[in-house]
């Protein structure tokens, strides 16, 4: 019988807090975490998207050295801060004895954007001597992954996985698959993800992927949606099989229960008009928890807030889960986070947790006009009490990449 996969540790750093405790009461509260840009002068640069979910009130230098947090990129930062906050909650120790048998898979979509557009302008305005010679190391997608384990003695296997806003959950499945195998005895996995700079927002909008609202966006599901809000942050994990978490006393806060991925093999940004690529994923993911679609209490939807990504989803879970689709709740917490691209989809199973866990299930807010086409139960503007023994979280990205996770409460 195949051992059961336990998540013991969470953290993150997100638009809705520094913490898994303190975005939860957000989250189910229903506060966004949008607003006008700071990071940059979206004004000066001549963008017409003047909002963002940005981390608020961040401070590298309360979760890693000063000097080594200044030759870090942001999304680095993130990805050790999360992590930190992961490995207190876990209760692991990290030993010489442990320290191989651990990996650390902590995926980006981008890598340092940050850093790339900042070096690729001091390169052109004063000179290649004035590059950083930490350039490389702050751009590399790998690098939460690799600094994660640098940070605290890490020596397992060590990588990212890159797959565009499927890459968070992605790089769970993949940890969940190694823990399965018994390739390692726990993993560090879940993503990092900065992309708030003019490049990267002057980029999601010349595709037509962004809102150009100030306030009230994103509207996922809504008739009058206008494109996604970007968003930045990240969310780690500490997994483990079931039997060495028990041995060690940790607390247990769900089951890691299942992972389905697919692609459309359709077009490079839109998803498929039927869904077909985001159903299939969605029923490999109850195959590999042992699950029937009759279990799925709520569903993390991707829910960017596009237009054809909300019905691609809405046509995705119909075909999944037939007419059982029309009882189960569904919601886009990107409605309050924004879309942090590769980090999303990781930090929606922490509120797939915690919805099992608290049996509180979080909104979809800013949904004021339903559309024909998006005829779900999107738990509309207020949280909703539900006991749950199975949630499943979306994430489908460009390249025609879905990825789905599925967790079950623990007991």
Known sequence: MQERIVITGMGTVNPLGLSVKESWQNVIAGRTGVGPITVFDSHAVGLQVHIAAEVKNFAPENYMDAKEARRRDRFEQFAVAAAREALHSSGLKITEANAGRIGAIISSAIGGLTSLQ???????????????????????????????????GIKGPCFSVASACASGADGIGTALMMLRSGMIDAAFTGAAECTLTSTGVAAFDRVGATSRRSEFTPQPFDKERDGLVMGEGAAVFVIERETDAKKRGATIFAELAGYGATADAYHVTAPHEHGAGGAAAIRMALESAKANPDEVGYINAHGTGTLLNDQSETRAIKAAFGEQAYKIPISSTKSMTGHMMGATGALEIIFCVNALREGILPPTINYRTPDPECDLDYIPNQAREAKINLAISNAFGFGGHNAVLAVRKYS
């Open 118 to 152: 900042e070096s690729i302008i001091t390169n052109h305005e004063v000179g290649p001597r004035k590059v950083s010679p930490f350039f490389i190391p702050m751009l590399m997608a790998n690098g939460g992954a690799g600094m994660t384990a640098i940070e605290f």
